[in-house]
């Protein structure tokens, strides 16, 4: 048995126990100073450029318990004539899980003569996601539909949490911060609720919580089951919030959002799936990618440990 999946195996007994995640090669004392309940997981965004495969070669390098992954990546990769089960198997083998993928993108277009095209193309991306092994993927829907409707856009989803069951997967809702269609958390929420589901849950983000204008106190009011991954990521504060954008994103704990009090506030109602890295950042896409990945886990360990 390898290290790296030892390391797997004490996480999951740890969480069980309350004790935490566990750093590469250390003890569960030391991973419950340095991540609390949370595993702690990379999106593949975070790094540019870099192959899929190296991409999850610096996640186990740098210390993450999960990497997030996209969908054009694995259509490429498929379409490159590799395998995702055997990256699926990489990944195991390294130590790591998929607790996402992203996503379902434009997943509810609002003309009905769109609509078979859209399940056709969410059905092919789950069965992707299903190969590589994740556990859920997100759902995310158009973001020029300025006058949704709420309760329509719960019935769509509710479409998508039945299709996730037969490829054994959960359906996530995002709500993106700079959309015209859900950009709060409490839009968000009332689709998640009103699709009437047991297994709808969110894909919340601290950018979109900052950007659409959410704000965090409302963290408080959920159950830390409704949301499946919590995206992690800081903003400057020397730029309107209007005019921010995924490039603006910045490591957590540079910027000026209220994340100690965030990782507080997810203790408290019961939250212990990932916090999952995702910058967009120029100028960090110029730097090594390794160095990238160590030093947003080093500063999310330091976030969550003030809390």
Known sequence: MTTEVTRRDLFTA????????????????????????FPLSLNTSTLRPASLEDKVEIAAKAGYDAIELWSNELDKHAGDGKSLKDLGKRVTDLGLFVPNIIGLFGCMPPQDDRRPQALET???????????GAKCIAAIPAGNHADIDLFWAAQRYQEFLSMGREFGLKVAFEFVGFFKSVYTLGQATCVALEAKDRTACLVADTFHLFRGGSGFDGIRHLNGDFLHIFHFNDAPADKPREQQGDGDRVYPGDGHLPLVQLVRDLKAIGYTGPLSLEVFN????KQDPLTVARTGIEKMRAVVAAA
């Open 122 to 132: 969410a059905r092919k991306r789950m069965d992707c996601a299903a190969q590589v």
């Open 14 to 37: 740890a969480a069980t126990l309350g004790a935490g995640a566990l750093l590469r090669g250390g003890s569960a004392a030391s991973a419950a100073q340095a991540a609390g309940p």
């Open 282 to 285: 120029q100028e960090y896409y």
